[in-house]
């Protein structure tokens, strides 16, 4: 990563203006200058076009990545797409992450880079629609440099592997050409982007571009970046939601050698959930982040429940079966069509089954953190691991009033998101803290919050737990002809600024399969209540439906004494395309077929019948992206080992397969981890895990030695992949639990309710 240099807009100005030898597509503006700029990009010149990349005089190319990448691979798909549109040399390319890209216009904030968000499958198809465009232009600029060296017309030449290229073979270097392209006026209308025939990079595997950083420890995530000398700061935080301080000794906190300060943090009240710390807090202050964990400690601090205490896990888990009773409930109904009670009068047969799934935290390798400088009434720098720069500004701006061009957000690479990195509590303390009245020994120097592993477990925003009760009515030929399914749960969007009849949406999909494939079909939501902050979770809201419904569709198979594989492609039918509201749509009834018949073949599903494994399936529609899971598992003694995995997915045109393949193995192990192990319980009103010792990540056994990967070719537009390999990884895993040990699991977690029911 490169150095950062602060420049004052005068010498800003006179550096850029006394400089020649680069193209530059523009990386901020001359109205931002006063903001810090990753050293690498400014460079030698300065031409604002666009917002992306440097061609330097020695030949380097330097792209700008504008997407955090906390290890989706973002950096280098990104960089990969506007490379190939300007037909760069690879081998000369150097990444740079971007901090958050915001200037002034008439006085409010405008956001120069365009999208900025990661992790939930949206950065790649968003690069599609416009990333390309910043490639193009560069190459645009470079051949018409070229054009009028050589005396010919710019479509006599085409770009090649860092060069412009004439069709009687003369040559010349993008570095020859970047001083004068940069004086050539941009085209009244946008370039032609590359034709797929000619692509050299798009479709080809490359590995990550921080690959050997990371590797050798040499990369410096969000919690190794520091600003001068930072004062560490650990929060003890009340661990009952809405609760509140009982005592704590600051005193004896104070006296630990190397502690500054003990002050307290308040919430902000009346933010949306995600903006605004969560919890009341004591903060410690400290020289070290020893001193800082020693002082909490010493603060012997004790808490007391508020009012309404959380209901545990039981509790809400019974008022989800009591609403399902409950005639005169009234639940959000997000689909319904045709009428499953007249047909399940006419069923020749009806099944019914409840599953239930717990709470769920991202656990993160790297927890959160942030580090700010404040220069009070001048200017911030912020440098968080986030998926959402936005997020993260909305957040700073509101606090400290200071105007965009004075907010300075910086994103290095993070250790893992899953969503939690969506939210910006962690940075709405550390901006607290530094807006703080604080002894003058430390007034000024810059503030530094650390989440301990503790912290992060008991204040997340988990997955939502729910419970789902589906019931299926089948006709004589045993086609399913109705379908009612009833989810409950505590909503992710609840105190998002969401309408109450909308707040099923980070729930479930209102036309996710088998809506759609029934013609009598149902799909209601209930409400549940809890105070424990909830958010996004990879794959979300794709995965608890499709455990449910993916494990009951097995079972209806398994009723009619069916090969789940041809139950499934029946229910499919005929290719052809069904709507879809959500992002992506509609489904294209022939891909999913496709992967699920690739990753049936692939796990030799002829031996379905009489394997003594047991062999399990499912498959799930993401976010415009088909994927379908078959998993292999042996009974044992003390229950199962997964002997083999295998995924494939269609995710449309691919832009990096070996990135894709990593994701998906990931993706796919995450879900797996989670489905046999993982649950957050509540137990008198607050959170009962505190590290990983009782939230346990699958590293060995059962765990399969590997994923194997199955990539659809594809000329459709990508869809985003970071999230695919999820939702049908642990029904195709409950499935094949099944038919390995005739136990049907629909209860997570797998191998708790496994162990209780044999």
């Not at 523009?26 to 690498?40: K, Q």
């Not at 006085?107 to 950065?123: E, V």
Request: charged share 20%; hydrophobic share 45%.
């Amino acid at each position: 990563m490169s150095g950062e240099i602060r420049l004052s807009r005068r010498r800003f100005l006179k550096y850029a203006a006394g400089a020649a030898g680069a193209l530059v597509i523009g990386i901020g503006s001359v109205e931002a200058a006063e903001r810090p700029v990753p050293l690498a990009l400014l460079g030698d010149s300065w031409s604002q076009v666009g917002p992306y990349l440097r061609v330097a005089a020695d030949g380097r190319v330097f792209i700008g990545v504008r997407d955090p990448d906390n290890g989706e691979g973002t950096a280098t798909s990104l960089a990969r797409i506007i490379a190939e549109e300007m037909d760069a040399d690879w081998s000369r390319i150097i990444v740079e992450p971007l901090g958050l890209g915001v200037s002034v216009d008439n006085g409010q904030a405008k956001f120069t880079y365009g999208h900025q968000r990661s992790g939930d499958a949206t950065s790649i198809p968003a690069a599609w629609a416009d990333l390309r465009q910043a490639g193009a232009l560069a190459r645009w600029l470079l051949l018409q440099a070229a054009a009028r060296r050589l005396g010919i017309p710019a479509d006599q030449l085409r770009g090649e592997n860092g060069m412009a290229v004439a069709a009687d073979g003369r040559r010349i270097s993008y570095a020859d050409l970047a001083a004068s392209a940069a004086d050539i006026d941009a085209p009244s209308s946008a370039p032609p982007v590359k034709q797929a025939d000619r692509y050299q990079f798009i479709g080809q595997p490359a590995g990550d571009v921080d690959a050997l950083a990371v590797v050798t420890g040499a990369l410096a995530y969000a919690g190794d970046d520091n600003i001068g000398d930072p004062v560490i700061a650990v929060l003890a935080r009340c661990p009952y939601p809405g609760g509140s301080l009982d005592q704590a000794d600051r005193e004896a906190a104070g006296r630990i050698p190397g502690v500054h300060a003990v002050i307290d943090l308040t919430p902000e009240q009346g933010q949306p959930a995600g903006l605004a710390a969560q919890a009341p807090a004591i903060v410690v202050l400290a020289s070290d982040t020893w001193a800082a964990l020693s002082g909490r400690n010493a603060l012997k601090a004790t808490w007391k429940p508020g009012a309404n205490a959380e209901p545990s896990t039981g509790t809400l888990e019974q008022q989800a079966l009591d609403l399902f009773g409950n005639e005169q409930a009234t639940p959000s109904t997000v689909r319904n069509d045709g009428d499953v009670l007249a047909v399940r009068k006419k069923a020749a047969r009806a099944l019914e089954a409840t599953y239930f799934q717990p709470w769920v935290a991202h656990a993160t390798a790297e927890t959160p953190n942030c580090t700010v400088r404040l220069d009070p009434d001048t200017s911030i720098t912020v440098i968080a691991a986030t998926q959402s720069p936005r997020q993260v500004y909305s957040v700073v701006q509101r606090m400290t009033g200071l105007k965009p061009d004075q907010i300075d957000i910086r994103v290095p690479r993070g250790g893992g998101g899953f969503g939690r990195r969506l939210e910006a509590d962690y940075v709405a303390e550390a901006v607290a803290i530094a807006l703080a009245k604080k002894p003058d020994t430390i007034r000024n120097r810059p503030i530094k919050v650390l989440w301990t592993r503790d912290d992060d477990l008991g204040h997340d925003y988990y997955r939502p737990m729910a419970v789902h009760r589906l019931n299926a009515s089948l006709d004589r030929k045993k086609n399913i002809v109705g379908w009612h399914q009833r989810m409950a749960s505590p909503s992710a969007l609840v105190n998002r600024n969401v309408p109450d009849n909308r707040l099923w949406q980070s729930e479930l999909v209102a036309d996710a399969l088998p809506a759609g494939l029934v013609p009598n079909f149902r799909s209601d939501w209930y409400p549940l209540s809890s105070q424990l902050q909830r958010g996004e979770w990879r794959g979300s809201p794709h995965v608890t439906p499709t455990f449910a419904s993916e494990s009951f569709i097995d079972e209806l198979a398994h009723s009619v004494q069916a090969n789940p594989l041809d139950f499934r492609l029946a229910l499919l039918g005929s290719p052809r395309q069904l709507p879809y509201a959500g992002r992506g749509g509609p489904i294209d009834t022939a891909r999913m077929a496709n992967v699920l018949k690739l990753a049936a073949d692939k796990l030799d599903w002829s031996r379905w019948l009489r394997s003594e494994n047991g062999l399990g399936i499912a498959c799930a529609y993401v976010f415009g992206a088909y994927v379908a899971h078959a998993v292999e598992v042996a009974p044992t003694q003390d229950g199962i080992d997964i002997v083999r995995v295998v995924v494939a997915a269609d995710v449309g045109r691919v832009i990096n397969p070996k990135g894709l393949e990593a994701q998906l193995q990931g993706a796919t192990m995450d879900a797996l981890s989670t489905a046999l192990n993982l649950a957050i319980t509540i137990k008198d009103g607050k959170v009962q895990q505190s590290g990983l010792r009782d939230y346990a990540l699958s590293a060995t056994q059962p765990m399969p030695n590997e994923v194997e990967t199955i990539i659809v070719p594809s000329t459709a537009d990508p869809a985003g992949a970071s999230v695919v390999g999820v939702p049908s990884a642990a029904p195709a895993l409950a499935n094949a639990v099944f038919r390995a040990t005739a136990v049907r699991v629909r209860r997570l977690p797998l191998l708790r309710e496994l162990a209780r029911l044999r």
